[in-house]
């Protein structure tokens, strides 16, 4: 497709249970990153990949989130036993590399309630 | 490490009067710094960025930034609002793939145009 494509756009699930959430990056595109917005507050980095290189999990906030990528194609983020906390709209971004200047192309996100 | 402050969650100007958007950032390197605006239901988008030279930055719709290394300091600017100027912005800052590639944002102000 023309831009980062994610799904669902929007999620309600019960705490306790599992989600995944799924991310198209740009055709071509190398890095792909992945942000949480929580309400009222700013974008939250929670895991980069680059190619084949080991990814950046340093924003992960608990072992209940995880997230893979195959090659550089679709990536998968997922959330075990969710909780209330973990509402949030999920942001997924690619770019061409990991050169420090280039721009990041967002999608338009997957918005997880959990009741 | 890196981090941003937007002063002001929320911004209210008059349609045709100046916007200013403030940011300051915390870096140990030389930084690069972006501001993104994210329309209602839609994704981020980059709106201008700087990396090295020109300390004037112009971006898309008129706006404009400057980066002031003395007072670490990056606000956006833009002479005369209009209604579709009307957006949450956030600024964010990056240091070079040593320091880590992460792209730390700030909580974001939203605008709000006048009529």
């Known amino acids: 497709g023309a831009g980062v494509s994610q799904s669902p756009s929007n999620k309600v699930t019960e705490k306790g249970k599992d989600v995944e959430l799924r991310c198209d990056p740009i055709?071509?595109?190398?890095?792909l990153y992945w942000y949480r917005q929580r309400l009222g507050q700013g974008l939250e980095f929670l895991i980069y990949f680059q190619g084949n290189s080991a990814p950046d999990k340093s924003g992960l906030p608990s072992d209940r989130f995880s997230a893979e990528r195959t090659g550089e194609s679709v990536s998968t983020l997922t959330i075990q036993r969710t909780q209330q906390e973990d509402s949030a709209v999920y942001l997924c971004?690619?770019?061409?590399?990991?050169?420090?200047?280039?721009?990041?192309?967002f999608g338009e996100g997957s918005r997880l309630t959990v009741l | 490490a890196q981090s941003v402050t937007q002063l002001g969650s929320h911004v209210s100007v008059s349609e045709g009067a100046l916007v200013l958007l403030r940011c300051n950032y915390s870096s140990s390197v030389p930084p690069y710094l972006f501001w993104y605006v994210q329309y209602p239901n839609q994704g981020l988008q980059l709106l201008l960025k700087y990396t090295t030279g020109a300390t004037l930055v112009k971006g898309i719709n008129g706006f404009e930034a400057e980066f002031k290394k003395s007072e670490t300091s990056f606000h956006l600017t833009k002479p005369s609002a209009h209604m579709s100027d009307a957006a949450e912005y956030f600024c964010a800052v990056r240091g070079d793939v040593e320091y880590g590639n992460k792209l730390v944002f700030g909580a974001g102000t939203i605008l709000r145009v006048k009529s």
């Open positions: 055709s071509g595109h190398t890095a």
């Open positions: 971004a690619s770019s061409l590399g990991l050169a420090p200047t280039g721009e990041l192309f």
